[in-house]
Nanobody
Framework: QVQLVESGGGSVQPGGSTRLSCVAS????????MAWFRQAPGKEREFVAA????????IYSDHVKGRFIISRDNAKQLVYLQMNSLGPEDTAIYYC???????????????????WGQGTPVTVSS
């Protein structure tokens, strides 16, 4: 079981960049696929990006592909989300999530992830 805490959110101007971090405590982080989800005001939670437990594969939603980069450092029990070319549509609370890996690709479905952080808000506005 792992506990997840996100950081790095805040206000960003359109076209800007920021990086979110998620630190895990507890055991087994290196055996967990990790993902980022987001929930904008008045909208359903949506998948953003995921990374294989060994970092061998990354998956992105079409909304962020080419702009966001997910990465991880298993030694430090950290997962990152580098967010570039931000627009107002990226305004949301961003959540880090973890699922025990079965050796296959990470899930894109939130309900497959048993472990969640509390979320960090990102606001893109001029």
């Amino acid at each position: 079981q792992v506990q997840l805490v996100e950081s790095g959110g805040g206000s960003v101007q359109p076209g800007g960049s920021t990086r979110l971090s998620c630190v895990a405590s507890g055991n087994g982080f290196s055996d967990y696929n990790m993902a980022w989800f987001r929930q904008a005001p008045g909208k359903e939670r949506e998948f953003v990006a995921a990374i294989h437990y060994r970092g061998r594969r990354t998956i992105y939603s079409d909304h962020v592909k080419g702009r966001f980069i997910i990465s991880r450092d298993n030694a430090k029990q950290l997962v990152y989300l580098q967010m570039n070319s931000l627009g107002p549509e990226d305004t949301a609370i961003y959540y880090c999530a973890g699922e025990p890996s079965d050796g296959y690709s990470p899930s894109l479905v939130g309900s497959d992830y048993p472990y969640w952080g509390q979320g960090t808000p990102v606001t893109v506005s001029s």
